[in-house]
DNA sequence: TATTGTTATACTCTATAACTATA
DNA sequence: TATAGTTATAGAGTATAACAATA
């Protein structure tokens, strides 16, 4: 297959530079913050930024140390708090689908962190059980939350993180 | 390559049925609410799940109708609100890598929505700037942002919109 | 016929390393 | 030697359709 080039030449030729000399590249001055315009009232921007935030915490308290991905760690937590739970249950609460979250269950059973126990009374459905490692992997991990949010206590006061958690139930809407 | 099952065989046999009639499938009684436990304390899980909320609201209102994604959609208001920006600038902005940032304004410059101009100062840099059909599809998709909010009016007051805005804006810590 | 869960698959999103060109 | 941007590539995340087993 002929490989095209993905991208036109640029517009400006090289020749047109300006003569006067400019600020050296290890600047200074720091760029002026940019105008958010129209997206200062989009929530769902300012949503997605704070994400940024959050994600990160959670790479570096317990993604990493735990080897666990946020999806992981949410559906180990729900089914610490709860006991088994069905897979449509656990698909409804963390907003899966079918398909992802056989996967999802496939890896953590893998793991040996849980296992699927097929229902007594329903033989379409599973009660999906953490295991003893899964139980205490859970565990700790669940304590790393703590010093986690920790973190945000330069950015949010205690009442502020409360109304924050407690609007963005609303939003979620459940 | 032989198939090997992904999976084990469930451990309780189909045999151990319970003796009693259960309430059928077609189930009138709702779920109870899970309990989140830990996870009630952990930001980034709200986080979460509130932008599960406004990405459906983002794909239906502009996503779908405009033909945009999220990033191309922020983006594009970011020129729109501030003029050219060079792709550094944007990458900072929208916590964008590199590549990932090319890969994005090579989809939007095939689309005849921005071009790449080399910068009269600095021939290494870029200023990437909105095309007279990039600005005028922007102004169209902001204007479909305030209908938009406008659908979490029964979930959110107005000063609690404001709110949340300014908590998640502390968050995100920019 | 409807529901639970699975398989296969593809597409989007994000991350990393190596490269080009300019400074 | 450092910076801006690109290329190539792989991995994670998410979506859809078709299927199996059970109700």
Redesign the pocket.
């Known amino acids: 297959m002929p ?1 095209m ?3 036109a030449p640029l517009d400006q030729p ?1 020749e047109a ?1 300006a003569a006067m000399p400019v600020a050296p ?2 600047r200074r001055t720091a760029d002026q913050p940019l105008s958010l315009g129209v997206l200062s009232d989009v929530l769902g921007y300012h949503v997605a930024q704070a994400a940024v935030t959050t994600v990160d915490m959670f790479e570096r308290h317990i993604g990493q140390p735990y080897g666990l ?3 992981e760690y949410s559906l180990l937590l729900l089914l610490l708090a709860n006991g088994p739970l ?3 249950r656990l698909g409804q609460a963390l907003a899966l ?7 999802l ?2 890896r953590l059973q893998d793991r040996d962190l849980l296992r ?1 126990e097929r229902s007594a009374t ?5 009660n999906i059980v953490l295991t003893e490692a899964g139980r205490s992997l859970t565990q700790a991990a669940g304590e790393a939350a703590a010093p986690m949010e920790r973190e945000l206590d330069d950015r949010l006061s205690r009442a502020e993180r409360l109304m924050l958690i407690e609007l963005l139930r609303k939003v979620a809407g459940r």
Chains 1, 2 share one sequence.
């Open positions: 490989t080039p993905r991208r090289p530079r590249s290890t991905r946020k999806v069905t897979p449509k689908s079918g398909p992802n979250l056989t996967l269950l496939d699927r329903d033989g379409r459905s599973q």
